[in-house]
C-alpha cells in the first residue's frame, strides 16, 4: 500500500467552489489532514514487515527444535515403559 500525499490547497479550493467558505474549507481540510495523518502512522512499513517475519522464523525454528526434543523423550519414556513389559510378558 502506497501513501499518497494530501493536497490541502487543492482539497481547499474544492469545497470553496463548492460553495464552503475559507474558513470552513480550512477548517476541514485540517480535520481531514489530521485523520490521515493518525492513519498513516498505523501503517506496517516495509521494515516492519521484513522484522516480523524474521522473528516468526526465529520461533518456527524454537519451536521445531522443542517439538524434535519432545519425540526424543516420548520414545525414551516409550521405550524405557515398553522394553520392561515385553521382558516380563516374554520372560
Known amino acids: 500500500m502506497t501513501a499518497t500525499a494530501f493536497?490541502?490547497?487543492?482539497?481547499?479550493e474544492s469545497l470553496e467552489a463548492s460553495g464552503f467558505t475559507k474558513e470552513?474549507?480550512?477548517g476541514m481540510a485540517g480535520v481531514f489532514?489530521?485523520?490521515?495523518?493518525?492513519?498513516?502512522?498505523e501503517l506496517a512499513t516495509k521494515g516492519d514487515i521484513a522484522l516480523l517475519r524474521a522473528e516468526m522464523r526465529e520461533l518456527k525454528l524454537e519451536l521445531m527444535s522443542e517439538i524434535k526434543l519432545n519425540r526424543w523423550m516420548l520414545a525414551?519414556?516409550?521405550?524405557?515403559?515398553?522394553?520392561?513389559?515385553?521382558?516380563?510378558?516374554?520372560?
Open 76 to 91: 525414551l519414556v516409550v521405550a524405557s515403559t515398553v522394553i520392561p513389559a515385553l521382558k516380563t510378558l516374554l520372560g
Open 33 to 41: 489532514k489530521k485523520a490521515q495523518d493518525a492513519q498513516l502512522q
Open 7 to 12: 493536497d490541502t490547497l487543492e482539497f481547499v
Open 24 to 26: 470552513q474549507s480550512r
